[in-house]
């Protein structure tokens, strides 16, 4: 299974769920931590169940959330 890496702009999160509502392995979860305008933010609860799918990336209504995926390497090149 691919592996992703989730990156979350927390000044940029307004902590509304919608990715962690959207996301099919519960990687996501809204914390207790506050950002500068006092929103509880968006955090990543499980890194080893990501994917890398970034439908958590294309529900976020304000570009909070960046996903990555790990490359997969050929060996014997």
């Known amino acids: 299974m691919p592996k992703g890496?989730?990156?979350i702009d927390k000044e940029r999160c307004k902590g509304c769920?919608?990715?962690v509502s959207v996301c099919p392995f519960g990687v996501l979860t809204i914390t207790r931590e506050l950002n500068r305008f006092g929103y509880n933010v968006a955090g990543?609860?499980?890194p080893e169940k990501c994917t890398g799918c970034?439908?958590?990336a294309q529900?976020?209504?304000d570009a909070?959330?960046?996903v990555y995926r790990e490359a997969k390497v050929k060996?014997?090149?």
């Open 5 to 7: 890496l989730v990156v």
């Open 59 to 61: 529900m976020c209504p």
């Open 17 to 19: 769920g919608l990715c």
């Open 64 to 66: 909070a959330i960046e």
């Open 44 to 46: 990543v609860s499980a």
């Open 54 to 56: 970034a439908m958590c």
């Open 75 to 77: 060996e014997g090149v």
